[in-house]
């Protein structure tokens, strides 16, 4: 991911009921190409649906998706619970997203008020290189898990899928020192992490791409991972990023989670964007909105 931008600013907390959500930014920037994104719309469309959008969601050339990097902490019930750890910090054979790059997330998450020792549970809604970096530190030679009393999860179907073979540097770098340190377990798609806190299964993106739900007194938060990558995937839900592993499903798979969470009042936040929101029903598919 080239022309990732350090953020200046620590986004606000989010109360859902009695918890809340803490989003953890590593960088943000016009860091993907839109016509490599989105290959199935032709240049036309896909130029009007992302002028549509602007500046939040894209450079000012609009050829480039503004796209943000970012894990979220999931506060409250004595619990600490991390959801995606990003592209993560120096690790030994893995070209470094940009020569330059630093990742800020480490600090985020001490803004924050969170140290590695109080996390409880990591949480990989995927296995992609850009959501497990910081699952392990590279440190005196060696690489250790990042949170030394968490459990660490991820679907057993998104594991099969990223071990099967030779796995790619991140999973060797990310994943598979965990196992050393009986941190690493896998689940079903649909799993409780407790009683307000839930997997929700979302695959194509990835086999085992996994949502969030948070859902605390009457209000409710979707952390809602690679579901979309730019907002026009809202209006034109069928359009899947070449990103996903299966874009047919993928596309099955957000028009479903659409429907379910639109005009609820769901907090709707992606990985990637920029900006979240309100997740409401419009002319054309759907929108975000500012409030509830
Ligand atoms: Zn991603």
Not at 80 to 106: M, Q
Request: glycine letters at 8%; one cysteine or more; aromatic letters at 6%.
């Amino acid at each position: 991911m080239p022309n990732l931008d350090i953020p200046s600013a620590q986004p606000t907390p989010i109360r859902v009921g009695a918890r809340t959500i803490v989003p953890l930014v590593e960088a943000v920037g016009p860091a993907l190409p839109a016509r490599a994104t989105y290959p199935q719309l032709d240049q036309g469309e896909l130029q009007d649906l992302v002028e549509a959008y602007g500046d939040t969601y894209s450079g000012s050339s609009r050829t480039r998706l503004r796209v943000i990097c970012q894990g979220f902490a999931i506060l409250g019930a004595g619990q600490v619970i991390l959801v995606d750890t990003c592209l993560g910090g120096p690790k030994p054979n893995r070209p470094h997203p940009r020569a330059d790059f630093v990742s800020r997330w480490p600090s985020a998450l001490a803004a924050a008020g969170i140290s590695p020792e109080h996390v409880d549970t990591v949480i990989n809604t995927h296995l992609h290189h850009d959501h497990v970096g910081w699952n392990t530190t590279f440190e005196a030679g060696k690489l250790r898990p990042t949170f030394p009393r968490a459990r660490y999860l991820t679907t057993a179907e998104e594991y099969s899928h990223a071990t099967r073979g030779k796995p790619q540097v991140h999973i060797t770098n990310s994943l598979l020192p965990l196992h050393a340190t009986q941190q690493l377990d896998t689940c079903e798609p649909e799993t409780r992490i407790d009683q307000e806190v839930r997997l929700i299964p979302a695959p194509g993106h990835t086999p085992g791409h996994v949502l969030v739900e948070i859902d605390s007194q009457g209000q409710r938060a979707v952390l809602a991972a690679d579901l979309i990558h730019h907002p026009l995937q809202l209006r034109r839900p069928d359009v899947s990023a070449a990103m996903c592993t299966d874009p047919h499903q993928s596309a099955v798979t957000r028009r479903t989670i659409l429907h379910r969470y639109a005009d609820t009042g769901t907090l709707f936040l992606p990985s990637h964007l920029p900006k979240g929101g309100y997740l409401r029903s419009a002319d054309e598919g759907w929108r975000l909105a500012e409030t509830p």
